[in-house]
């Protein structure tokens, strides 16, 4: 069995089959959270221009700390910096740069949704993201499996010899079952305070990835080390959080249900005034972009 082919001519251009996955996977992302937001009753002319920089942070800021977490061997190979479509994106390093990026400009662009209210809103889409993306990133780039097998399950990278464990798609299945939990927890815990999806959200998946990179990805440098303390670190949070905010539950209004409420029945208002208030404040909004 050969290895996926990781690019194609098209003409003149070479196209990176990570980065088109990358692509449709960032595609996919956003016509989601767009779709939960409105479900929530949340306007979204505005994500468009947030997601966009939100992209652009998430790539560099996974990239500069895969750099910086793999300095030795790009200290001698400064040409490969920018070489993203080999793959090397730190998905802590696209969290960290992103997730402020966007939160930032959704509270200017978007007031009335609150920062908990929107990671909660988010994280679901972050997880089912991330299974696709596994499958249509990692999976396809050079050198991406983890380590040799002579597993049944075993699978053949481009730029590795011998068959290696098919570690993308193990994490694809993981964040599907992650995704599934978040889902159940909407569903099914109405009084749920909020940020609770997005703790339980960082607890399960901080463990999977440390869980990952322990057992099947580790390497001899400090990027691995890095990636196995943030993993846990945020495993750890997140079971903390959840605990803390369940521990509160029904002290304060359940998030989903207040996001998921009308904002005309949030205002507190008879519905056709706060419609008529909506209306004006959304002229006057859309007259300042």
């Given at each position: 069995m050969k290895p996926i082919p990781i690019q194609f001519p098209l003409g003149p251009l070479t196209l990176?089959?990570?980065g088109i996955g990358l692509a449709i996977t960032f595609w996919f992302g956003f016509r989601y959270l767009e779709r939960r937001l409105r479900k929530s009753g949340y306007t979204t002319n505005w994500l468009a221009t947030t997601f966009f920089?939100?992209?652009?942070?998430?790539i560099l800021g996974a990239r500069v700390v895969?750099?910086?977490?793999?300095?030795?061997?790009y200290a001698h190979n400064l040409a490969q910096i920018p070489a993203i479509w080999e793959g090397g994106l730190s998905s802590f390093g696209g969290l960290l740069f992103a997730i402020p990026?966007?939160?930032?400009?959704?509270?200017?662009?978007?007031?009335?949704?609150?920062?908990?209210?929107?990671?909660?809103?988010?994280?679901?889409?972050?997880?089912?993201?991330?299974?696709?993306?596994?499958?249509?990133?990692?999976?396809l780039m050079y050198?991406?499996?983890?380590?040799?097998t002579n597993a049944w399950y075993g699978m053949y990278y481009a730029g590795e010899q011998g068959k290696r464990i098919p570690v993308p798609i193990f994490q694809s299945l993981e964040c599907l079952a992650i995704f599934g939990i978040l889902i159940?927890?909407?569903h099914s815990i109405k009084d749920r305070p909020n940020g609770f999806v997005l703790a339980v959200a960082a607890a399960f998946?901080?463990?999977?990835?440390f869980t990952d990179e322990f057992f099947w990805l580790a390497q001899p440098h400090l990027g691995s080390k890095l990636v196995e303390a943030a993993g846990l670190t945020m495993s750890a949070s997140g079971v903390v959080a959840a605990a803390i905010l369940w521990s509160r539950r029904g002290k304060q209004p359940a998030g989903?249900?207040?996001s998921a409420t009308p904002p005309e029945e949030r205002s507190g208002l008879p519905a056709e005034h706060a419609k008529a208030e909506s209306t004006a404040g959304g002229s006057l909004r859309n007259g300042e972009h």
């Open positions: 990176h089959t990570y920089w939100v992209v652009i942070s998430a895969h750099v910086l977490a793999n300095t030795g061997y990026t966007g939160l930032a400009i959704a509270r200017k662009r978007c007031p009335e949704l609150s920062l908990v209210t929107a990671m909660d809103i988010s994280a679901p889409v972050l997880m089912a993201s991330w299974s696709l993306g596994r499958l249509l990133g990692p999976q050198r991406g499996g983890g380590y040799r159940w927890i909407e998946w901080g463990l999977s990835r989903p249900a207040t």
